[in-house]
């Protein structure tokens, strides 16, 4: 696992990492923003403690670990796009935490997001965060699972943070939100 000092990790603040997504897009995870280890990787959710791709892996959605704190390899890519899988992020610049966004750049991100939808055409979007959804998409009573509104023409759906700072969040129950998700995708 590479190691980063404070220094290096601040060097990769605001730089962007590209969407991962294939021609036969089922299942678009949408992350909050990149975080600088994320950055540095060049690999969504790859900060050490981020339980996302062991959760993808419990829930059956990935096959073979992925070890997201070296950085995704090619291979690791291509598996996903095969599943039908793919990542962005609300908000496309890298940040140390995500409450260094401000409300409109969650917005705008919103808007953004439509149009990555309209462009990819996924089966299924989750976005993992209630409190980044709620503000990009001024809906404050949003709850967990499956919205009633579409995103474009996409089925959507909310889905925790796998962020280590989610504490109340374990594995298995992110596991269990990201397998609902993606068997309404068809991915399961």
Request: net charge positive; charged share 25%.
């Amino acid at each position: 696992m590479p190691r980063f000092s404070r220094a290096e990790l601040e060097s990769f603040r605001d730089r962007e990492v590209p969407d991962l997504v294939g021609p036969d897009l089922r299942l678009l995870f949408v992350g909050i923003n990149p975080g600088l280890w994320t950055a540095a990787t060049q690999t969504h959710f790859a900060h050490p403690a981020n339980r996302f791709y062991p959760a993808l892996l419990l829930a059956g959605i990935i096959t073979e670990p992925v070890s997201p704190s070296d950085g995704m390899t090619d291979d690791d890519r291509d598996r996903l796009r095969a599943r039908g899988v793919g990542i962005t992020n609300l908000v496309r610049r890298a940040t140390a935490r995500a409450s260094e966004l401000s409300a409109e750049e969650l917005r705008a991100g919103g808007a953004e997001l439509v149009e990555t939808v309209r462009r990819t055409r996924p089966r299924v979007v989750a976005v993992a965060g209630i409190t980044a959804y709620r503000t990009a998409f001024a809906r404050p009573k949003a709850r967990p699972g499956r919205q009633e509104e579409r995103l474009a023409d996409a089925e959507l759906w909310v889905v925790p943070n796998p962020s280590g700072l989610n504490a109340h969040e374990t594995t298995a129950t992110l596991a269990g939100a990201y397998g609902a998700a993606a068997r309404a995708a068809g991915v399961l």
